[in-house]
């Protein structure tokens, strides 16, 4: 029971401070393409969010799963350090896609996608963010089988 609640407690504040930085500097970013919001630049933001979300949800998974395997061999040090990780990858591999999707997307229309936001071109705005969360639903679980494999479980003998 102590194991289920420590573990509460670090996803808890592991998932706050994952979406409360990142809703922070996403701000920053698109406060650089219209400030304040127009209509497009909030959807791709809202957006970005809801990717950054997806993202946590599903490595939160591994996360708990590592906190409880070294709860179970008395390592808490070893459990936090691999969270730690496994959020901050998780992070920074949220930021690297949403940015990329601007430069990918960008070469896939034939208009600049920065300035379609600055004009508050809504359907371009819609069409990315569908983008986004929906790359983001298939790639999110793949993403937690590569932070789970990294935990050291014991080999089996058979």
Do not use: C
């Amino acid at each position: 029971m102590i194991f289920n609640f420590i573990n509460l407690l670090q996803l808890i504040f592991f998932g706050i401070l994952y979406i409360f930085t990142f809703s922070k500097v996403q701000n920053v970013f698109y406060n650089k393409i219209s400030k304040p919001k127009n209509n497009a630049t909030l959807i791709v933001y809202l957006s970005s969010i809801a990717v950054a979300s997806i993202n946590l949800i599903h490595i939160s998974d591994a996360a708990s799963d590592v906190v409880l395997y070294f709860l179970k061999q008395e390592s808490l040090i070893k459990g936090i350090l691999f969270s730690t990780t496994f959020f901050s990858s998780s992070w920074i591999f949220s930021f690297l896609f949403i940015r990329g999707s601007f430069y990918i997307i960008g070469q896939l229309t034939p208009e600049n996608e920065i300035d379609e936001l600055k004009k508050d071109n809504k359907e371009i705005a819609l069409i990315h963010a569908l983008i986004i969360v929906g790359l983001s639903f298939v790639i999110a679980p793949t993403l937690s089988k590569i932070a789970t494999s990294f935990i050291p479980y014991p080999e089996l003998p058979f």
